[in-house]
């Protein structure tokens, strides 16, 4: 089976691709990275500002079910191309991950597919390889934790 | 077969995970790993025959039992990390697709 989100990640970089082909016309995609309902929509996140325009910014953060700051993130617009190009800025706040360059390119396919080549550039190859492992580790954390409740319950 | 492919297929899913955990500082029984789990019995079985499939886990005979324990060479292979990131855009640009596909512009 193809797979249609790539991940292009060399060892001893400290840039990545990412590639994915949609179902969709061009102009949809590109309104799923720039209307803020949307967006909080797929990226289960809430957009406390998002101004999709040159030299615009945006803040996004989640909570977690007790309601505590999860997380949150920020970053500034260099370029907004409507349905062409977006280059931002993204930085995760209080963590050691530093600012990441974020080039995406929507480019057509056909009048119902287009795709998106995301080109993210980190600060340095320490950094763009601790962004890659989190999900591994949040995953693990995950299956630890329910051991922990587990184990608790059997005391 | 893919064997990459399967392999972090295996590890996917939490309860695969748990389990690669727990056999990961001893080798267990099945009994005694599905002591460990909520889960039916049956349900833990298949989960230990895809991890051993993927030959993530080994299996050992001694005397009458059977005992698992991690192959430590192919969890060194998931450990490159790059499967559960590329997971995490896939999830995320499936549902923008979805999002997207039931999206009707305002008036």
């Known amino acids: 089976m193809e797979l249609k989100t790539k991940i292009d990640a060399k060892d001893g970089q400290q840039d990545l691709w990412i590639t994915r082909e949609f179902d969709l016309p061009l102009p949809l995609l590109f309104k799923a990275f720039t209307e803020p309902e949307i967006v909080e929509q797929w990226m289960g996140t809430k957009v406390i500002k998002l101004e999709s325009e040159k030299h615009g910014s945006y803040q996004i953060e989640t909570s977690d079910a007790k309601g505590n700051l999860a997380f949150r993130a920020n970053g500034v617009i260099h370029e907004l191309v409507p349905e062409q190009k977006i280059i931002r800025t993204f930085e995760m706040e209080n963590t050691p991950f530093g600012v990441q360059l974020e080039i995406y390119e929507f480019e057509h396919v056909t009048g119902d597919t287009c795709k998106l080549n995301m080109h993210v550039i980190y600060e340095s190859i320490t950094q763009r390889d601790q962004v890659l492992k989190l999900p591994f580790a949040q995953g693990i954390n995950m299956a630890h934790n329910r051991i922990q409740e587990i184990l608790t319950a059997l005391k | ?107």
């Open chain 2, 1 to 107: 077969m893919n064997l990459r492919r399967d392999v972090f297929q295996a590890i996917a899913d939490p309860t695969r995970r748990a389990i690669l955990l727990l056999v990961a500082t001893q080798s267990l029984t099945a009994g005694a790993i599905a002591s460990n789990f909520d889960t039916a019995r049956p349900t833990v079985s298949k989960h230990l025959q895809i991890l051993t499939e993927c030959e993530l886990l080994e299996q050992k005979q001694t005397g009458r039992e059977i005992y698992y324990h991690i192959n430590a060479k192919n969890m060194k292979e998931v450990a490159d990390f790059i499967e559960p990131f590329r997971k995490m855009w896939d999830d995320r640009f499936n549902k923008l697709e979805e999002v997207m596909k039931n999206y009707k512009p305002k008036q």
